[in-house]
């Protein structure tokens, strides 16, 4: 019910960085848990940053972009955000926003996967 759109995909050279955005114009997303989750070609969707918006800035972040990816929010705008720095190939894939509901922690949400609503996903490639 929750409808999400992303932005800010492209194409980059390995070292280079994005900012992605994830955006509801009809629902107010510090309510959610958010999350935004990549699916590489042939792989299934697989959690990489999440935050509960209406919290304390409670965030999760997979092992392979610890320390390179910064999860945040901005209730103002009513906007997530996923900066991507030090892009590697191996970070191509579609991305994808995705909510749940509160009572799921960012770690829950992005070990165990969303079953709520999803976003059409924005491309992202890194590549020499």
């Known amino acids: 019910q929750v409808q999400l759109v992303e932005s800010g995909g492209g194409l980059v050279q390995p070292g280079g960085s994005l900012r992605l955005s994830c955006g509801s114009s009809g629902f107010l997303l510090d309510r959610y848990t958010i999350g935004w989750f990549r699916q590489a070609p042939g792989m299934g969707r697989v959690g990489v940053s999440c935050?509960?918006?209406?919290?304390?800035?409670?965030?999760y972040y997979s092992e392979s972009v610890k320390g390179r990816f910064t999860i945040s929010r901005d209730i103002a705008k009513n906007t997530v955000y996923l900066q991507m720095n030090n892009l590697k190939p191996e970070d191509t894939g579609v991305y994808f926003c995705?909510?749940?509901?509160?009572?799921?922690?960012?770690?829950?949400?992005?070990?165990?996967?969303?079953?709520?609503?999803w976003g059409q996903g924005t491309q992202v490639t890194v590549s020499s």
């Open positions: 935050i509960s918006v209406g919290r304390s800035n409670i965030t």
């Open positions: 995705a909510s749940g509901p509160l009572i799921a922690t960012p770690q829950i949400l992005c070990t165990q996967g969303a079953d709520g609503s």
